[in-house]
């Protein structure tokens, strides 16, 4: 068999030649309105969005802004559900909203496969990952993942006050997903600054993002060359070998599914746990509810992920076009605010409340639509595994100083520090 | 009571099978399937009903009276 030479020179530097995208000024500081000038960016924003959210379905529930080259956000649930479902007239070329557009000649592949996909791509490109990905398949990570938890809380030995966002929570998705991928554990911190780099860092000046863009990429590229010399029984060996089309993937795909693999599963689940524990933390009657009632559990994680929802997602507008009353142009961002969809009373009874015992709960955490979460499963397990474990072990905690809590900025939210007393 | 799921709107998010796992499954990718051929047990009418109520992309129906 001939040796596998997609990775060996610098695939990247090939796509040099091609289409170009666009780069629009960088705009920062204080929102002056947010109904016309909203950014995800700011801190009033990480602090507490929704009453943000909350005031501009009210007023203006398409609210614009000339930041990040112009763009727009619904909080209405029928507006984002209706974005989400109309994949013809809203492209997932790009899904961060940021200083730069892709080009359009990206599209249906786009740069992390699938979730930058449209159709007819996005279909098959989903289709080799869904199966490592099934309740059952996941299910298997289980027991390790309970281990890992309990590990994490035996270290809290001796300590009063421990930062359950840096030190049990990140934890957790960064060890099942390293285990999934095949990446060494103790790259965990790498890992952060990669999400931070991605997620957070998207307004800093151009050259420092491609800078930190780039060191994401060559550290997939030494892991794909490692499972090159040494495969093994992962998911990572598993995109190099996939075949699509009768053919293997391109290499641009393989990595890029990679990076869509190893950023979106950390901060998304490090941001559910941290936020169904600062919300236990400061709400004594759930917290005593739970832990008298373990099996209400996944309906409370399912509220949680309701009112804390910790993903939004972006889509492009493809073209020109009068869309319920906005005037849209062709790539004008939309922020697709799943935590505005899930807290509209239009939707939700007591939208703004959180009901541990919701019975009816069709919210749009994983969102709505092809591109529902591909983790879902592995996100759901991950989230009702740390809170059953940090219950049982630790039945009574409380914020032990509530304006030292902090919330990542951008388009995943929850907690970054959060510092719980234990005992 | 019979329910039935839209294959066309069912995007695999697993609701169903979580909630009444004795009426709904997930086949090789995810998707859901019924278990047996849509008839829900006597007794079993609510957890037919939660599971409708509770599909994001409302791919579930339940059939009353049949």
Known sequence: ?423 | MKVQISSERCQGHGRCYDLVPDLFGEDEEGYSRLLGDGTVPPGKEREARLAESNCPERAIEVLEGT
């Open chain 1, 1 to 423: 068999m001939a040796a596998d030479d997609r990775f060996t020179d610098d695939y990247r530097g090939r796509r040099e030649d091609g289409p170009v995208g666009t780069r629009n000024e960088i705009i920062t500081g204080p929102v002056s309105d947010w109904a016309t000038d909203f950014s995800h960016l700011e801190p009033e924003w990480s602090a507490d969005p929704y009453p943000i959210q909350d005031d501009l379905r009210e007023r203006c529930p398409i609210a614009r802004t000339e930041r990040f080259g112009g763009g727009w956000l619904p909080t209405r649930y029928e507006d984002v559900a209706a974005i989400a479902y109309d994949t013809d007239r809203f492209s997932s070329r790009a899904i961060i909203m940021s200083n730069f557009r892709p080009p359009r000649e990206l599209a249906p592949v786009g740069g992390s496969p699938p979730i930058s996909s449209d159709p007819p791509f996005h279909h098959d490109a989903r289709k080799l990952l869904l199966p490592a990905f099934t309740k059952q398949a996941v299910a298997r990570q289980e027991p390790s993942t309970r281990a890992f938890c309990h590990s994490l809380i035996d270290a809290f030995e001796g300590q009063d006050v421990v930062d359950a966002a840096a030190d049990y929570a990140q934890h957790i998705p960064i060890r099942v997903i390293a285990d999934m991928l095949g990446f060494p554990p103790e790259h965990g911190p790498q890992f952060r600054e990669f999400v931070e780099d991605l997620i957070e860092g998207i307004n800093l000046p151009p050259d420092d993002r491609i800078a930190r863009v780039s060191r994401l990429f060559d550290y997939l590229l030494a892991q794909v060359h490692e499972h090159l010399d040494d495969p093994r029984e992962d998911l990572t060996t598993y995109l190099i070998n996939a075949e699509l089309y009768g053919q293997k993937l391109e290499p641009s795909h393989v990595v890029g599914t990679l990076v869509l693999l190893l950023i979106a599963g950390i901060d998304t689940t490090w941001s559910a746990i941290g936020a169904s524990l600062w919300h236990l933390a400061k709400t004594p009657a759930d917290r005593h509810r739970l832990v008298a009632e373990p099996g209400l559990l996944p309906t409370a994680a399912e509220e949680f992920l309701r009112a804390y929802a910790p993903v939004t997602m972006a889509r492009l507008v493809k073209q020109d076009m009068h869309w319920h009353g906005a005037d849209m142009k062709a790539d004008d961002w939309i922020l697709l605010s799943f935590p505005a969809a899930n807290r509209d009373p239009a939707q939700f009874d007591r939208a703004g409340e959180v009901v541990i015992d919701r019975e009816v709960n069709r919210h749009a955490a994983f969102g709505l639509g092809i591109h529902r979460c591909l983790g879902s499963h592995l996100a759901r397990m991950e989230l009702r595994t740390a809170l059953e474990v940090w219950l049982q072990r630790i039945p009574e905690f409380s914020l032990d100083d509530p304006p030292a809590v902090t919330w990542s900025p951008g388009q995943i939210r929850g907690p970054r520090t959060l510092p719980l007393r234990i005992r």
